[in-house]
């Protein structure tokens, strides 16, 4: 993994952890905004009264707290790996339990917080991509909506349900216009290491990108006291059959034994182009 790519995901994890923390504070607001504004009077009025409310906030905030740090150590643990696993698939389901939790205590239906889905379809969506975003932004929508229609109404018309189809929309287009830039992202970016690392004639892996993986695997034999061996393939006479032949038939020729090293070697073996008539080799578990 190259130091762009590294830096790259570190930016990804501090955009993901900051969703995060501002989602748990929205759920800090919306639970303090269910207590009773009776206790917020007697927490000046009485100090036993005082103190058991200074308590519950006092519980609440370091629950949450300890919720975001264990939120930061699951995605730390987890910022180079890409792929929704177990244990993201655990943290989804938790996340959107404390949401519908919080639905329930402001209102069920009636509740104007159901907004608080947004964050885990931005932050799923920009670590997963577009399937599992969308995944996420129809669940969600889902909910909200069975949420509505378990509401009791006394006229014929639905409006909490009109408005909430209106925001499942949203969620489904967020996930959607956010998921498509990721995954356009993505390919610009594996388009433009591929133009990095290959070398356009033979469509070997050039100069640059041999370097990189020979330390990479000689690393990786030291740690795993394994072997690794390199060949040095220089082809005779080049130079004579460029001048006899012309530099486009020349061309041809380093095609033509580019195309017969990678097929000759293994699958995880690397071929590149060293310099202009040079190639190398590097055969990784090979004495």
């Not at 990804?12 to 952890?17: A, T």
């Not at 200074?54 to 949450?64: D, E, P, R, S, Y």
């Not at 996420?136 to 349900?161: H, Q, R």
Request: hydrophobic letters at 45%; aromatic letters at 14%.
């Amino acid at each position: 993994m190259t130091n762009i790519d590294i830096n790259r995901k570190q930016k990804l994890y501090d955009i993901i952890s900051v969703l995060k923390l501002v989602s748990l504070f929205i759920c800090g607001v919306i639970l303090f905004a269910q207590f009773p504004e009776e206790l917020y009077y007697e927490l000046w009025e009485t100090n036993i009264h005082s103190k058991g409310l200074m308590l519950t906030i006092l519980i609440c905030i370091t629950v949450f707290i300890l919720i975001f740090k264990a939120w930061l150590y699951s995605n730390r643990e987890s910022q180079n790996n890409s792929t929704f696993n177990n244990s993201s698939l655990i943290e989804n389901i938790i996340l959107i339990s404390i949401y519908t939790e919080l639905i329930y205590l402001s209102g069920l239906y009636k509740s104007q917080y159901k907004f608080i889905y947004l964050f885990i379809i931005v932050a799923n969506t920009i670590q997963y991509g577009f399937k599992v975003g969308m995944i996420t932004a129809i669940l969600n929508s889902c909910i909200i909506l069975a949420i509505d229609l378990m509401g009791e109404y006394s006229g014929n018309i639905n409006t909490y349900f009109e408005a909430d189809l209106v925001l499942s929309g949203v969620f489904i287009i967020v996930a959607w216009s956010l998921g498509y830039y990721v995954k356009l992202e993505n390919q610009y970016r594996f388009n433009a290491m591929q133009l990095a690392n290959m070398d356009e004639l033979t469509n070997l892996y050039n100069h640059r990108y041999f370097h990189n993986a020979l330390a990479q695997f000689i690393n990786f034999a030291k740690d795993t006291n394994s072997t690794v061996s390199l060949l040095f393939i220089d082809i005779d006479h080049f130079k004579h059959y460029n001048d006899l032949y012309g530099h486009t038939a020349g061309d041809v020729v380093l095609r033509m034994i580019g195309d017969i090293f990678k097929k000759s070697v293994r699958e995880n073996d690397i071929v590149a182009r060293y310099g202009g008539e040079e190639f190398a080799i590097i055969l990784p578990n090979t004495s």
